[in-house]
C-alpha cells in the first residue's frame, strides 16, 4: 500500500485527525472506485465532497447536457457550462477540486446492454437519478454484483436516502418499493418543483453514507430509510428490512 504524500496528508488532514477515519480510513478511501449514476442535483454535491475526501476513482453516468434550469440546483456545473456534457463538466469540475482523483466519464444512458460491464469495476455505486426506472435497473446490477447501493430522491421539499446492501443483510431497493407509483403520483423535479438547496442536503448525505462505509466509520443507514423534510426541519427513520418475495435480491430471485 503506498505510503500518503505529503501534500495528501495535509490535503486529508481533517480527515486523518477524526478517530473514526485516521490514516488507514484515508487510505481506503484513496483506494476506493465509486460510481455516480447522474452528474445532476443529488450528484452534483455528491461528487463534491467525495472528490475533495479523496476517493481515488469516480466514474460518472450521464448522457445529459447542461441546461440553464439545472444551475437552481446541480452546483457541480456553472453557466459557461450550457450546453456542454455533464460528465465533461463535472470532470472538469472535480479535477479543479482535486487534482489526485482520476475521473472516468460514461456519456451514455444505462440499460440491459452495458449496466452490468460499468457496474462490475466499482466498489460503490450512488444513484443521483430521478425516474423509477433507471433505479430499478440500477438496483438490479447492484444487486448481482454483490455492490452497495447508496440512493436518494427528493421532490419539493423532502428527500430521503438510504443504503440498500442485500449482500450484507440489508433490503435491495425492491424490498422497500416493490413496483413504481401510478403514472402522476410521483412527479420529477421538473413537473413538481423543488427547493434547491435540497439538492445539497441531500447530495451531501450521499457523500457522508460513502464514506462511513469505505471507511468503517459510525454506523450505516442500512436497514433504514431516512426521511428529511426541509420545509419544518424535520428528520425521521424507517426500518426498512429485505423481503424474502422480492424478485431481485429474494430466494425466488
Known amino acids: 500500500m503506498p505510503v500518503m504524500t505529503p501534500e495528501e496528508v495535509e490535503r486529508y488532514a481533517r480527515h486523518i485527525v477524526l478517530r473514526e477515519i485516521g490514516g488507514p480510513g484515508q487510505q481506503k478511501l484513496l483506494n476506493a472506485k465509486l460510481l455516480c449514476v447522474g452528474a445532476g442535483g443529488l450528484g452534483s454535491s455528491a461528487l463534491f465532497y467525495l472528490a475533495a475526501a479523496g476517493v481515488g476513482h469516480i466514474g460518472i453516468v450521464d448522457d445529459d447536457v447542461v441546461s440553464l434550469s439545472n444551475l437552481q440546483r446541480q452546483v457541480l456545473h456553472d453557466t459557461d457550462s450550457i450546453g456542454a456534457l455533464k460528465t465533461k463538466s463535472a470532470q472538469q469540475a472535480l479535477i479543479r477540486v482535486n487534482p489526485n482523483v482520476e475521473v472516468t466519464g460514461y456519456d451514455l444512458r444505462l440499460d440491459d446492454s452495458n449496466v452490468d460491464d460499468i457496474i462490475a469495476g466499482y466498489d460503490l455505486v450512488l444513484d443521483g437519478t430521478d425516474n423509477f426506472t433507471s433505479r430499478y435497473l440500477v438496483n438490479a446490477a447492484c444487486v448481482r454484483a454483490r455492490v452497495p447501493l447508496v440512493s436518494a430522491a427528493m421532490s419539493q421539499w423532502e428527500g430521503q436516502i438510504s443504503l440498500y446492501d442485500p449482500a450484507h443483510g440489508g433490503p435491495?431497493?425492491?424490498?422497500?418499493?416493490?413496483?413504481?407509483?401510478?403514472?402522476?403520483?410521483a412527479p420529477n423535479c421538473a413537473q413538481a418543483g423543488v427547493m434547491g438547496a435540497l439538492a445539497g442536503v441531500m447530495g451531501s448525505m450521499m457523500a457522508g453514507e460513502s464514506i462511513k462505509l469505505i471507511t468503517g466509520a459510525g454506523k450505516v443507514l442500512r436497514g433504514e430509510l431516512l426521511i428529511y423534510d426541509s420545509l419544518f426541519g424535520e428528520t425521521r427513520k424507517l426500518v426498512v428490512k429485505p423481503r424474502k418475495d422480492c424478485p431481485i435480491c429474494g430466494a425466488g430471485s
Not at 172 to 185: N, S
Open 172 to 185: 435491495c431497493y425492491q424490498c422497500v418499493f416493490p413496483e413504481a407509483p401510478a403514472a402522476g403520483l
